[in-house]
T-cell receptor, first 117, second 111 residues
């Protein structure tokens, strides 16, 4: 089946630094990828939809200047958490669909646990 | 009101028990429904899609009631390995057909 690779799996960084997370579709092209954030014991919350070759669409309440998304190719989307602070500590996960239909299975990366000290 | 609501649990059941989870969604225009399973600090994995007529996959049965905007998941003969969080997922018919996740229901199956 389709594979989505995400790395790093976990990051520990100092407050004020920027962290880049990569999401790759290994065996299919993904014009659209999704970025989620999950706090402990809470649901996955969609942060933004990453569109290849165009600007990402951010959900309400998500700062686009804080969470920079780049989707420069059909197989790679990156999320950069700029000037990270302890409240940004969370589990970040990306997903993609091989096709665009609503019934297409969604494949997830393995997630990135970010801890900001 | 949340778009997709689930009882967070936890549901603590003995091995072999039958357990049912419920989920309600608020957007009547939603067309696709899924149950995902998520283990702690792991990515969600698709358990099964939910079809209007109801569907079964081994020990798992999913039901959809569009009139009540209600989805259910039934697990029979629970195994220890079924312990996980079960996420109700509904497509949101906005641009890109995004999926909206419920908060999840935690299941703990005990020996």
């Amino acid at each position: 089946g389709a594979v989505v690779s995400q790395h790093p799996s976990w990051v520990i960084c100092k407050s004020g630094t920027s962290v880049k997370i990569e999401c790759r579709s290994l065996d299919f092209q993904a014009t659209t990828m999704f970025w989620y954030r999950q706090f402990p014991k809470q649901s996955l919350m969609l942060m933004a939809t990453s569109n290849e070759g165009s600007k990402a669409t951010y959900e309400q309440g998500v700062e686009k200047d804080k969470f920079l998304i780049n989707h420069a190719s059909l197989t790679l989307s990156t999320l950069t958490v700029t000037s990270a602070h302890p409240e940004d500590s969370s589990f970040y996960i990306c997903s993609a669909r091989p096709g665009g239909g609503i019934n297409e299975k969604l494949f997830f990366g393995s997630g990135t646990q970010l801890s900001v000290l | 009101r949340k778009e997709v609501e689930q009882d967070p649990g936890p549901f603590n059941v003995p091995e072999g028990a039958t357990v049912a989870f419920n989920c309600t969604y608020s957007n009547s225009a939603s067309q696709s429904f899924f149950w995902y399973r998520q283990d702690c600090r792991k990515e969600p994995k698709l358990l099964m899609s939910v079809y209007s007529s109801g569907n079964e996959d081994g020990r798992f049965t999913a039901q959809l009631n569009r009139a009540s905007q209600y989805i259910s998941l039934l697990i029979r003969d629970s195994k220890l390995s079924d312990s996980a969080t079960y996420l109700c997922v509904v497509n949101t018919p906005r641009g890109g057909n995004m999926l909206t996740f419920g908060g999840g229901t935690r299941l703990m199956v005990k020996p």
